[in-house]
């Protein structure tokens, strides 16, 4: 008989009155699996600096918005959380919180990726007049364009300028962003939670004016997108964007333009809603939330072998049918799928240890001879867990390039026990 767990709380820090559904659909889960909950909307200043925290359940952590507190208070509670070894989620973001949420700094980091700057959306200051014609007359963007607020939501305070004389009417440029406007045929909220896409939702605006950016937000009509190929695509390129943005939860936005059919990243929400999204798909988040976070806690209490391939196989069906196959492959010891697994880690850096290329580089060489994989499986045991939520790697931020790391590990395991 296992022996019983011990009683868990989930805590959500979260205090805008405006997401309360969002905080009772986590509520409400974790009293459905036996939890208790607990709601954290600020901190006391003087407990905070002492970290006088030990009256507060922290150690299953859903940290979305500290409202009452500034930002550097927020960045003691989150140091506090990660130094103690906290489960939490979106805590080690790319350039902080507030860096994430600005569109800007967003599209930036998808500059950098090869992969995402082929659907990074042009995106720049708009400091003044003079500063917006500079981009226009450099050939940087065109008319239209659209200006929008540096941290702006749901398509609220978007404005589209047609022409210069457009341009004139605009009296405040504190704040604002250009960007190309790209004429929509659908938006797209894809959700993904430890490296997979979990749901895909189509949003369509209204197709009479679709300069009506609120109603492609909000989306006019919304539907379950079941094209296969979309998905493949769209799932793709909404990991990589969490990958990058190191988020483990969140809602990334994406447009497809309804004349070059090119799809871009609009942006990732760290504390993505689901108001929408779960009537349309009946996908529960919270619930999925808990799951990833049951794991990672049931993670420190079980061998590594065990947690490895309970988090896999449960998520395998987040995979393409292709790379399902691959996992399975690879598993198999199936030598000639190694070839189609170099190609997932072309042009990765594979100079620091914790790298995926050069992760996929030990597991390889250990592959091909298990066995003299002994050190190689000491040395993967022990790195940290994946922030992803993924086990092989702390920098393994996709589930698609977790899978297969992991069925190479199992396999040399497998292997290296009958040795």
Same mark, same amino acid.
């Given at each position: 008989?296992?022996?019983?767990?011990?009683?868990?709380?989930?805590?959500?820090?979260?205090?805008?009155?405006?997401?309360?559904?969002?905080?009772?659909?986590?509520?409400?889960?974790?009293?459905?699996?036996?939890?208790?909950?607990?709601?954290?909307?600020?901190?006391?200043?003087?407990?905070?600096?002492?970290?006088?925290?030990?009256?507060? =359940?922290?150690?299953?952590?859903?940290?979305?918005?500290?409202?009452?507190?500034?930002?550097?208070?927020?960045?003691?509670?989150?140091?506090?959380?990660?130094?103690?070894?906290?489960?939490?989620?979106?805590?080690?973001?790319?350039?902080?919180?507030?860096? &994430?949420?600005?569109?800007?700094?967003?599209?930036?980091?998808?500059?950098?990726?090869?992969?995402?700057?082929?659907?990074?959306?042009?995106?720049?200051?708009?400091?003044?007049?003079?500063? /917006?014609?500079?981009?226009?007359?450099?050939?940087?963007?065109?008319?239209?364009?659209?200006?929008?607020?540096?941290?702006?939501?749901?398509?609220?305070?978007? &404005?589209?300028?047609?022409?210069?004389?457009?341009?004139?009417?605009?009296?405040?440029?504190?704040?604002?962003?250009?960007?190309?406007?790209?004429?929509?045929?659908?938006?797209?909220?894809?959700?993904?939670?430890?490296?997979?896409?979990?749901?895909?939702?189509?949003?369509?605006?209204?197709?009479?004016?679709?300069?009506?950016?609120?109603?492609?937000?909000?989306?006019?009509?919304?539907?379950?997108?079941?094209? =296969?190929?979309?998905?493949?695509?769209?799932?793709?390129?909404?990991?990589?964007?969490?990958?990058?943005?190191?988020?483990?939860?969140?809602? /990334?936005?994406?447009?497809?333009?309804?004349?070059?059919?090119?799809?871009?990243?609009?942006?990732?929400?760290?504390?993505?809603?689901?108001?929408?999204?779960?009537? /349309?798909?009946?996908?529960?988040?919270?619930?999925?939330?808990?799951?990833?976070? $049951?794991?990672?806690?049931?993670?420190?209490?079980?061998?590594?072998?065990?947690?490895?391939?309970?988090?896999?196989?449960?998520?395998?069906?987040?995979?393409?049918?292709?790379?399902?196959?691959?996992?399975?492959?690879?598993?198999?010891?199936? &030598?000639?799928?190694? *070839?189609?697994?170099?190609? *997932?880690?072309?042009? *990765?850096?594979?100079?620091?240890?914790?790298?995926?290329?050069?992760?996929?580089?030990?597991?390889?060489?250990?592959?091909?001879?298990?066995?003299?994989?002994?050190?190689?499986?000491? $040395?993967?045991?022990?790195? =940290?867990?994946?922030?992803?939520?993924?086990?092989?790697?702390?920098?393994?931020?996709?589930?698609?390039?977790?899978?297969?790391?992991?069925?190479?590990?199992?396999?040399?395991?497998? *292997?290296?026990?009958? /040795?």
């Amino acid at each position: 008989m296992e022996p019983a767990k011990a009683h868990r709380t989930l805590t959500v820090v979260e205090g805008r009155q405006e997401n309360k559904k969002v905080i009772d659909d986590f509520k409400k889960a974790a009293e459905d699996r036996g939890w208790g909950f607990s709601q954290l909307d600020g901190l006391n200043s003087d407990r905070l600096a002492r970290f006088d925290l030990s009256d507060i =359940p922290l150690d299953y952590v859903v940290y979305r918005n500290l409202t009452k507190n500034n930002y550097t208070e927020s960045e003691r509670l989150l140091t506090f959380l990660k130094q103690n070894h906290k489960i939490i989620i979106n805590a080690d973001v790319t350039g902080a919180r507030a860096s &994430t949420s600005d569109k800007h700094f967003q599209q930036g980091l998808f500059l950098l990726d090869p992969f995402l700057k082929d659907y990074a959306l042009p995106t720049y200051e708009a400091k003044n007049k003079l500063n /917006v014609m500079s981009y226009i007359k450099g050939r940087r963007v065109h008319f239209p364009i659209v200006l929008k607020y540096r941290y702006g939501t749901t398509g609220k305070d978007i &404005t589209l300028i047609k022409d210069e004389s457009d341009l004139e009417k605009v009296k405040d440029f504190n704040d604002l962003l250009i960007e190309q406007y790209i004429e929509p045929e659908c938006d797209y909220r894809v959700f993904v939670m430890g490296g997979a896409a979990i749901g895909i939702m189509r949003k369509n605006g209204d197709p009479d004016h679709p300069e009506d950016f609120v109603a492609w937000s909000a989306g006019r009509s919304k539907f379950i997108e079941d094209d =296969p190929d979309t998905i493949e695509i769209l799932s793709k390129i909404a990991c990589r964007a969490a990958d990058v943005s190191r988020l483990e939860y969140t809602g /990334v936005d994406i447009i497809r333009d309804a004349k070059t059919k090119k799809l871009y990243i609009l942006e990732t929400n760290y504390a993505a809603g689901w108001m929408n999204f779960t009537p /349309v798909t009946k996908i529960n988040i919270p619930d999925l939330v808990l799951d990833w976070i $049951e794991d990672r806690a049931d993670a420190r209490e079980e061998p590594i072998e065990k947690s490895v391939k309970k988090y896999i196989d449960k998520r395998k069906k987040y995979l393409s049918k292709t790379d399902q196959k691959l996992y399975e492959d690879i598993l198999a010891g199936k &030598t000639e799928a190694l *070839k189609e697994a170099e190609k *997932k880690f072309a042009g *990765k850096e594979d100079k620091y240890t914790y790298n995926t290329g050069a992760i996929f580089k030990k597991l390889m060489s250990a592959y091909q001879d298990p066995s003299n994989a002994s050190n190689t499986i000491a $040395e993967i045991e022990s790195m =940290p867990l994946s922030w992803a939520g993924n086990y092989i790697g702390p920098e393994v931020g996709t589930l698609e390039e977790g899978a297969i790391l992991s069925a190479m590990y199992l396999y040399i395991l497998g *292997k290296n026990s009958k /040795v």
